[in-house]
């Protein structure tokens, strides 16, 4: 019997660079949008900082509806974790 499950780490791989795609390229999107960039990056407090966490919510969820992340498709492990 062969075992078709995907390898823990590429999961939790494409889970960590799924978020911080997310992170850090709609936090950067958000502070744009917001005046939250720095010199350092950017930084988001109250109102732009929960849009960020319900992008980041959202992201996962619709991903999830649509067949996977970019990283878990990328990895090749859609259709396998089901």
């Known amino acids: 019997m062969v075992d078709d499950r995907p390898k823990t780490w590429k999961v939790v791989t494409a889970a960590i660079l799924d978020f911080l795609l997310v ?42 509806r649509l067949g996977g992340t970019l990283f878990k498709r990328l990895f090749g492990l859609v259709g396998k974790l089901d």
Do not use: Q
């Not at 709609?26 to 109250?46: D, H, K, Q, S």
């Open 23 to 64: 992170f850090f390229v709609g936090g950067y999107l958000i502070a744009l949008l917001t005046g939250g960039v720095t010199n350092g990056g950017f930084r988001l407090t109250g109102i732009p900082a929960l849009m960020l966490f319900a992008l980041i919510v959202l992201y996962f969820w619709g991903m999830k």
